[in-house]
T-cell receptor, first 108, second 113 residues
Framework: GIQVEQSPPDLILQEGANSTLRCNFS?????LQWFHQNPWGQLINLFY???GTKQNGRLSATTVATERYSLLYISSSQTTDSGVYFC??????????FGPGTRLSVLP | DAGITQSPRHKVTETGTPVTLRCHQT?????MYWYRQDPGHGLRLIHY???????DKGEVSDGYSVSRSKTEDFLLTLESATSSQTSVYFC????????????FGPGTRLTVT
């Protein structure tokens, strides 16, 4: 099956810093999503981005499907950005395969 | 939040007892999913449904069964709970006319003692 890798596994930032999270996948995909799991366990949709670039406030994402990777950019990070960021992909059907996540800690 | 509720939100049960978790959605999504989340394993698919009475197995289906008799409800049953099934269980939905974006419910924390 398709493999999904995320890097870095852990990231510690000072408030106000910028960061880039990466998701690599082993085969072509139909869909790709980024999620944020907050410290209370809630999974929040960030982007539905099978290809191209999207922006939502301080967050943006780019997926280069032909090169099998996606990037999530967080600018001017805030403590509320802390949590785990997951990339999930779909290849055929509608079964999502999740990456292992990047754990982000933003320090005040 | 795509109108997804899960019940119960927390449950403690004893080994060997049956347990049923319920997922309810209000926005007519075609696909429904059950995942479990464990430290070191991330999110893993248990079962999914692609329509009423249409279900299939995921990556970690052993020990679990599901049923979907109505579009809005997807039930996950542990026939005889074991300690290895202690986990956080998430329901998700996807599939509207416009997009197949996936949305998650709030989760159920299950402890099997």
């Amino acid at each position: 099956g398709i493999q999904v890798e995320q890097s870095p596994p852990d990231l510690i930032l000072q408030e106000g810093a910028n960061s880039t999270l990466r998701c690599n996948f082993s085969d072509s995909v139909n869909n790709l999503q980024w999620f944020h799991q907050n410290p209370w366990g809630q999974l929040i949709n960030l982007f539905y981005i099978p290809s191209g670039t999207k922006q939502n406030g301080r967050l943006s994402a780019t997926t280069v499907a032909t090169e099998r990777y996606s990037l999530l950019y967080i600018s001017s990070s805030q403590t509320t950005d802390s949590g785990v960021y997951f990339c999930a992909v779909v290849r055929g059907g509608q079964n999502f395969v999740f990456g292992p996540g990047t754990r982000l800690s933003v320090l005040p | 939040d795509a109108g997804i509720t899960q019940s119960p939100r927390h449950k403690v049960t004893e080994t060997g007892t049956p347990v049923t978790l319920r997922c309810h959605q209000t926005e007519n999504h075609r696909y429904m999913y059950w995942y479990r989340q464990d430290p070191g394993h991330g999110l893993r698919l248990i079962h999914y449904s692609y329509g009423v009475k249409d279900t299939d197995k995921g990556e970690v289906s052993d020990g679990y069964s599901v049923s979907r008799s109505k579009t809005e409800d997807f039930l996950l049953t542990l026939e005889s709970a074991t300690s290895s099934q202690t986990s956080v269980y998430f329901c998700a939905v996807s599939g509207t006319d416009e997009t197949y974006e996936q949305y998650f419910g709030p989760g159920t924390r299950l402890t099997v003692t």
